[in-house]
C-alpha cells in the first residue's frame, strides 16, 4: 500500500522504465549474492583447544555461548575489520569461521585457525 502511495507520489510508470544492460547485470548479481546462504562470524577460542568458543554480537556489543547469537557478515573482510577492531588490548586475537545459513540453520563451514595463541 505504501509503495503505491510513493510511486504516485513520485509519478514513477512501470512501463516506462528501460534498464541498461549493465544495470540487469548489477541487478542479477546482487540477486545471485543475496541467495547466498555463505557468512562470516567472528569467535574467540578462550582456551585455545575448541572447547570454549563465544561468538561475538555487535549488537549488544558481547559474546554469546551459541552460534545463533553470532553477528552476521556477509562479506569476510568487512567481518576481519570488526573482529581486528574488538581484538586491541586483548591477548587472543579474535578469529573468522565460515557458515551456512542454507534451511534457517547456521553450520560452520570452516573455522579459521589461530596465528597467536596465547595460554592463559
Wanted: proline share 2%; no cysteine.
Amino acid at each position: 500500500m505504501k509503495q503505491k502511495k510513493i510511486e504516485k507520489h513520485l509519478e514513477i510508470d512501470d512501463e516506462n522504465i528501460e534498464l541498461s544492460e549493465e544495470q540487469i547485470r548489477e541487478l542479477k548479481h546482487s540477486l545471485k549474492d543475496s541467495d547466498d546462504p555463505v557468512r562470516y562470524v567472528i569467535y574467540s577460542d578462550i582456551l585455545g583447544k575448541r572447547k570454549w568458543r563465544f561468538w561475538l554480537d555487535v549488537s549488544y556489543d558481547g559474546y554469546g555461548n551459541s552460534i545463533d547469537q553470532a553477528t552476521l557478515f556477509k562479506r569476510e573482510h568487512i567481518a576481519r575489520a570488526v573482529a581486528k577492531a574488538y581484538s586491541e588490548g586483548r591477548k587472543n586475537d579474535l578469529m573468522i569461521a565460515k557458515i551456512t545459513t542454507k534451511g534457517g540453520r547456521r553450520r560452520v563451514l570452516k573455522y579459521e585457525k589461530p596465528e597467536k595463541q596465547v595460554d592463559i
